[in-house]
């Protein structure tokens, strides 16, 4: 659902800012940083990029048919309107 690259930089942000004696700990703290911060982001109400571009393009779809349905709804009721 999130990049990984991002999530990689920002652990590894915060992995430069700790102090010395915890960057010696190494890549256990380095693996915790990174399941936190993914724990973290999934407890997140949020969307992935690529739903929200598919949402998006359905939402244009679904705007252009609309514009379509009022246009045709006009021209009939311009045709009903000329019969009276």
Same mark, same amino acid.
């Given at each position: ?27 256990? $703290?380095?693996?915790?940083? =990174? /399941? ?5 982001? #999934? *407890? !997140? ?12 393009? $359905?939402?244009?779809?679904? =705007? /252009? ?5 009022? #246009? *045709? !709804? ?11």
């Amino acid at each position: 659902m999130f990049d990984a690259k991002k999530i990689e930089q920002l652990a590894k942000q915060i992995h430069e800012s700790m102090p010395q004696p915890v960057k010696d700990l190494g890549a256990d $703290v380095d693996q915790k940083v =990174r /399941q936190v911060i993914q724990g973290q982001l #999934s *407890k !997140l109400d949020v969307v992935s990029r690529e739903e929200f571009e598919v949402q998006t393009q $359905v939402l244009l779809r679904t =705007r /252009q048919k609309l514009n379509e349905m009022e #246009s *045709k !709804l006009a021209e009939i009721e311009a045709k009903l309107s000329e019969k009276d």
